[in-house]
Each structure stands twice: as structure tokens, then as C-alpha cells.
């Protein structure tokens, strides 16, 4: 959620209000966000010292604008760069495609790619570990009616990550 919110305030300075927006109007499809958990990570940024924020008055209310310092504009950079966590690995890839725009050197939007196709293609090769040791499973017919349907959400998750490579290729 940090590294969101650090990428959106590349883009210009916001309030929470306004950070929360983002998230419904563009960000949602990859990350749910509520408003605590937006609050939580702004705090986090700002102890981090990779945040700061300006108050103002308007309407007879006190806002807290919050702009990105170089401090977090390097941690983004750093963390766009970073090897994708498998446990999170659609999150993620999604999240450093979206915001891929603001590395401006071809090279390094090459490897961030190439790192996020690698993450893929072990997760899938880990999914057909499971899926070898569905298919040598000994169930009884009657399991198999409920198993069934446990065991289509491997095929969505081959089905999910097989678009998701092709895609990023």
C-alpha cells in the first residue's frame, strides 16, 4: 500500500481525500483500499520521513496536502525495481505495470518486465506441482462432487497467470 500511495504522489501532491479517490476511480481494480488502511500507510510514509505535507484552510476547513520528498521518490524507484514477492505476486504485477509509465529508461522498464514474467513463470510451475499432486489423488466419488469445485480454482489460476505471461510478453 506504501508504494502506491508513493506512486500516486509522483504525480502531484494530494490529500487523503484525494489518495482515497484515486483508489476508487483507477487503483481498485488492483488493490482495495479503505480509508483507514490509507491513513495507516500515510502516517507510515511520513515517520519514513518520504512524505511530507503542508496544511491549508480552505472552506473553513484545515486540509493536509501531502507531496512525495526525494527520500520516496528513490524508495519508489528502488521498489519498482525489486523482485516481485510470489505471495503477493498478482497485486504486485499489476501495481508496477500500472505506474511502469514513470521509469523513464527503457532498459530498466525491460528488466522490471523481464523480473515480473519470472514471478509468473515460477508461480505457474509451482501450480503444476500442485496440480500433479491433485491428479494422483485417491479420492471416493462421493468427495469428488465437493472437491470438484475446490480444484477448479487451480484451473482459474492457470487459466489467470497463462493471460497474465502472454499479456506482459
Known amino acids: 500500500m506504501e508504494y502506491i500511495v508513493l ?11 484525494e489518495l482515497n479517490k484515486g483508489f ?17 500507510a ?7 520521513g518520504m512524505i511530507t505535507f503542508e496544511e491549508r484552510v480552505e472552506n473553513g476547513r484545515n486540509k493536509k496536502i501531502y507531496q512525495i520528498k526525494e527520500q520516496g521518490v528513490q524508495e519508489f524507484f528502488r521498489w519498482m525495481m ?10 504486485l504485477m ?9 521509469v523513464e529508461d527503457d ?16 508461480h505457474v510451475a509451482g501450480l503444476s506441482e500442485i496440480q500433479s499432486s ?3 489423488l485417491e479420492l471416493p466419488p462421493e468427495a469428488w462432487k465437493y472437491a470438484k469445485y475446490s480444484l477448479s480454482t487451480l484451473d482459474y489460476a492457470f487459466g489467470s497467470y497463462d493471460f497474465a505471461i ?4
Open 107 to 122: 532498459g530498466d522498464k525491460r528488466l522490471i518486465i523481464d523480473k515480473i514474467l519470472k514471478a509468473g513463470e515460477e
Open 94 to 102: 499489476l501495481a508496477k505495470v500500472y505506474f511502469l509509465g514513470f
Open 82 to 91: 525489486d523482485d516481485i514477492d510470489p505471495r503477493h505476486i498478482e497485486t
Open 7 to 17: 506512486g500516486m504522489l509522483l504525480t502531484q501532491s494530494m490529500t487523503i481525500y
Open 24 to 40: 476508487e476511480q483507477g487503483l481498485s481494480m488492483i488493490y482495495a483500499a479503505s480509508y483507514g488502511n490509507l491513513q495507516y
Open 166 to 169: 502472454s499479456w506482459l510478453k
Open 134 to 136: 491433485v491428479d494422483s
Open 42 to 48: 500515510v502516517k507510515k510514509l511520513l515517520a519514513k
